[in-house]
Structures are given as structure tokens and as C-alpha cells.
């Protein structure tokens, strides 16, 4: 251990909890220990985990001013007094307290500000994003367990120059990294250095302002303990198992620009609790040992000292050497493109002002049709577009756009295609500037004015798809070809051939039922997050996720047989009524680490399917009304069972079986097999207004199936319902079914 830091460190930590405990005697005095405190984000969402770092490591639920007095003195009792200046010791152990100090006086002065109305901060005409909110943490998901989002990385002060500081995070980006960005040198960050470049930052980026002092890099903390509760299973409280976990399953590091305050020292020697590593690009003594980090602990990698043609070089060279250090595994494909490529892009924005072009959309014509063909049909890397190309195109125009794919392989089928095709989507958002929506007849794709002067050209968009399918799919597919078809004439001939495919997998598809086929499919991806989860997935529900379907498992398992998504044999009937088998209660008991021991697919009540915190919705019981109601991950609003997704998501998530309540995908609601053992449909009485304004068509079509025509008239929304006391006299009034059912908890 360097005596250097640790004094730096613990004098930072009695300076942070100094800072703590004044503020805290001062908000009891002006606003009483009363006052509530709730993290929310600049949009207003919140999270059910109240102050998470408090509530997980101390398992202290912190709702009021006045509950912050104890872990104020908790957090005094850690603080060892600062090194003299002739004494020697390992000081380690007594490190790790004051980071941990810190940690906790971090939290409890963003609570107190909260309580004040000073978060989320704004300052000089910007508004800092303040913490993640629940729903934005579980939306990344799935991104953080199948790989696409390497971990994040917290950059803390401020880069050498502008064009520095946007070469670090367009590379961290690149890498699948979440730029997390807070603190400042005198006065001045990395969030002022990107909205001068004028860099998009918050969530749909990938990169997201805290505050602008180092007191909110405890957001950072936050989201890793939150991510341990949510999709680990961690009880509150159990700090030894929350600091492990992120250690292991979350990959993330600091990396300080700039002089480093005592203060930031500190909060280093928290980050480092939780496995964390700090890098610095100044000279400070480095801390190389392993043992609480994965690798080194404290690395100082000068930034005039590496090696490189130009300052943009040695700022590749910094984030490179910083995801070697944390053992960071990438799956990013090198795609020969002239922008840059990765996870981190999939939900950038291209607005109308910042528009190159654009294809399909509303008025627009564009499709992708991806196409089974021979080996010997298929030239491997071709790449041809027919028509005019970017260059041709004006500034801010609508332009039809075709792209047609044909893959070959040894291993590909024909039910493969769709699967394959659906990828489109997640591949072409992996590029810089590139904004992809929707699928099939209804594509709309944007090119940002910054893409197009790099050299983007159509042919890049093959590029992209020949790359990404032969790396991600190599299993199956032997051969790419790709052709960008930009001809009116040409888009239109081959729009309606499209089509015509597009229907007849449609009803191949619907003829796919769970009574067709004597294998269902797991997922395990969550697994690196919610140990103990199972998703087992039937060809008339998808993953919990709403991003696997039967089939996409069923391809997923041909491409990787030993992945996580494996055959799981229906075997011997229990009960075809609640839909349980022997084969799939064996299969879940064993990739459980045996702690279920059996689960029913058709039915809510009796065992249902676990939940992690991937799901898009969940679903629950409203005992009042005999019947249920449906929430949307994307609904931040309050519910008539009393608890916000959020909240929902952390009674149920982690990994439970909860008799009542279940996570599922958004197309579960109008499935054949939408809680059948319930009453199916007909038992929906509430749910999230833009989900029911997002499935319009297909819910109306389910209704009408069921016999229910004008059922989704008489299920309310949030926007009419908010409460169980507005929700009954609503159902009376409509006339609807679910009240004279019979009782659906038996």
C-alpha cells in the first residue's frame, strides 16, 4: 500500500464526512427530520432502492432527513486518523474504511441536496442527469449480461483538450462502455469539454453527467450496488456479497483526469471496495498488487508519457490500456467502416437538424429482407449498391432504401432468416451516426451530417452486416453477400417481393404452437446477474426480455451449442392445464443451482416463470379487482397496487418465483397463452397507456380471438387510473368481466 495515497485518502474521507455531518445538523435545523428524501433523475424517474449504497452495504432504508443521523456516525466510526508523518504501516485495511466513510457521506450529502431541491443539479445553463433511475438501469440490462456493454467506466475531472476528452469517451464507447462523468478541475469537466464538441450525452448515448462535483460520483456506486439487489438476489445489508459480485460480474473502473483532490482519493478507495481499479493519467505511486481488485489496484499512466503520434493517439492508447488492465473481455467486432462501432451508439438520437439523409420512415419507403440461398448463390463479401449513393442525396431528403441479405451456410435453415434478420436492427444502431428503427417494410434509417463527412457511404451498411453476421453467427452462416439497392424503380420492384415473404413467414409462425413441438428452450444469459434465474421459453411466449423468441433460442443453440440457450425437453405431462412437465421441472431444478423445483407455464398463481431484472413488464395481481394489471417497464407513473415499476421490480427480480407476480415481454399480453389457467385476456383490467398504445392493433385482434371484443374500452390506463379506489367504480361503470370471475387467488 502507498503511504502516499492512503493519506491522501483518509484525510479526503474525514474532510467528506466533515462536509456530512455539517449539512446534515444544518437541513435538521431549516427542514426538520421529517422531510422525505427520493433520488429521481433530470426526467423524473425514481428508484425503489432509496439511497442505495446506505441501503444495500449498511441495510439502513433511508426515506427521511432524520434516518441519515446513524449512518453519519457510522460512517465517523470508520475514519482512522490520518498517517503522521513518520509512521509507517500497511494502511490498507484502514483505506478501505475511509473509501467506505466516504461512500456513505457521499449518499448522505446528495440526500440532504435532494431534500433542499438542489438535485439534480444545473449549472451554467446545463442540467446534470443526477442518479440512474430503476428503469434505465434494468432497460441496460440485457446489454450488460449478453455482452453487447462491456461494463462502464467513471471519468472523473477533466481531459487535457476538448478533441482529447471526445477521443476517450468515443473510444470507450466503442468498447461497450457506459461513460459515467462527474467532478471537475477548476470548474471545468469532461461534460463542458463534450457539449462544446457538441457530443450528445445522456441514456439513448450511453453517456451520463452525474454533477459536476466528485460528491456525485456516488451515482456511479449506486447503480453497482443496485445492479448487485436487483439481478444478483443480494439482500439488503449484505456487503461482503455486493462487493463480490461487482468484483466478478461488473466490469468497471475510474479514470481520473487531470490533478487528483484528496477528496477524489477518497472516492477511489470506495470504488476499490467494490473491486473497482483507478487509473490516473498524472503521476501518482501506483498500487499493483491484486487482492481486492481483480488485477492492479491504483495504475498511473502519465498521459505525455504514452506512446503516440499525437495527443488523439495517446488518448486511444490510455482506454485501451485501461480495459486491458481490468480484465475486460470485448466482443466488438472490428467493423471497416470510417466511424466508429459499437454497443454504445445503438441508442443514439439523429435529429432533423443534424440530418444527413434519411430512408423510409413515415412517408418513406425502406425494407430489409435477409434471404437463404445456396453456397454456390453466394459471393462472400460482396457488397454492391445499386443506384445513387450519400454523396447524391440532399441535405435533410427522404430516400428509398432497399437492402437485400443473402447468407449461405452448411448449418442455416430456412426458419432462420427472420431470426437473423431481426439482428439487422442491433448491427446497424452499433454505428456511429447511424439511428436504425423498426424492421422489415417498415425501416427507418438516419445518417447524422458528422457520419456522412467521415466517408459513411451505403456500401458501409453491407460492410457492417457481412461483418457482424459472420462474427456473431459464424455458427450457421458460411457466406454474406449484401446489396443496397437506392433506385426508386429498383426499391419499389423488390419492396413487394419482400413483402410477400414477410407474410408467408407470418403464417408459418402462427401455425408454431406449444402443443407442436416437445422441446422448449432456456435462456440464461441473466445468469451473470441473477444467478438463480431460469427463463424457459415456448413458442407462444418470449424471453421475459422480449429479445428471444423460440426460434431465436432455437438458432441461438445450433449456432452455440454449449451457450445459454439449451433444448429443454418437455418430457413427461404433470398437468397440461397449468402447462408442467417433468422435463422442464428437472431442467429448471438443475440450472437453478437447485433452488426451484418446479414451475408452470401457463399460470400466474401456482409457480410461475422467475424474474430478473431484464423484463419489459411486469405483471401482478389486483386481488380488489379480480384481475390483473400489466406495467411497462418505460412507465414511471403510479400504479392501483401502490408500488411504480420500480418498485414492482424490486419485490419481484432477482431471480424469484413470486405466486402473483411475474415479469414477462411486452407481445406476452396478446399470446394464446396469456395466463390461461387464470382466464387469460379477460383478467386485464389495468395497464401502462403507451404499452396499450403500442400494441393497439394486436390487442384488439386478441380481444376479439377471446370473444372480448371491445374488452381493451373497458381496461383502464394511467392516464384514467392511478389508485384501486378509481380502478373499481371504473370496472363497474365499463362493465367489465374480471369482477364477476371466479376468485383469482382460489
Known sequence: MSKFIATRAIRGAHAAVK?????????LKKLGPDTPIVFKDKIGGDSAFHLPTIWGLLGIKVQKLGELKPVVEYAKGLLPPVPGENMWLPYL???????????????????????????????????????INDAQMRAWGIKLVDGRMSGFAALVGCAKSTEVAVKIVRELQSKGQLVFICSNRNGRNVADQLREANVEMGYDTFIVPFGSDIVSAIYALGFATRAALSFGGIEPGDARRIMLYNKFRCFAFVLALGPITDMEYAAAAGAINYGFPAFADTVIPNILPTGITKFEHVVSMPFDDIPGKDDLEKAERLVQRCIELRGIKLKIAKVPIPVAFGAAFEGEVVRKADLACEFGGKGGMCFEWLRMKKLDEVE???????GPDMDSFAVGSKNPLGIVVDVAGRKMQKDFESVLERQIHHMMNGAEGVSHQGQRDITWIRIHKNAAAKGLKLRHLGDILHTCLKNDFGAIVDKVQVTVYSDPAKVKELFEQARAVYRERNARMAGLSDEAVDTFYSCTLCQSFAPTHVCV??????????????????AAFEMKPAGPNQPVPKGKVINEKT??????NQFIHEHSQKKLTRFTIYSLMDAPLTTCG????VMAVIPEANGVMVVSRDDYGMTPCGMTFTTLMSTVGGGLQTPGMMGHGKTYVISKKFIPVEGGIKRLVWMSKNLKEELAEELKAACEREGVPDLMDKVADGSQVTTVEQLLPFLEQKGHPAPSMDSIIG
Open 19 to 27: 462536509m456530512a455531518d455539517d449539512m446534515l445538523q444544518d437541513a
Open 93 to 131: 485495511g484502514e483505506t478501505l474504511d475511509a473509501g467506505a466513510a466516504t461512500l456513505y457521506a457521499f449518499e448522505t450529502i446528495e440526500g440532504i441536496r435532494f431534500a433542499k431541491g438542489e438535485q439534480p443539479e444545473k449549472k451554467n445553463g446545463f442540467e446534470y442527469n443526477g442518479p
Open 380 to 386: 462472400d463479401g460482396k457488397i454492391t449498391v445499386v
Open 537 to 554: 421459453i415456448n413458442p407462444e411466449r418470449v424471453g421475459l426480455c422480449g429479445a428471444y423468441s423460440w426460434l431465436d433460442c432455437r
Open 579 to 584: 402447462g408442467e412437465w417433468e422435463g422442464v
Open 614 to 617: 431484464c423484463c419489459e413488464c
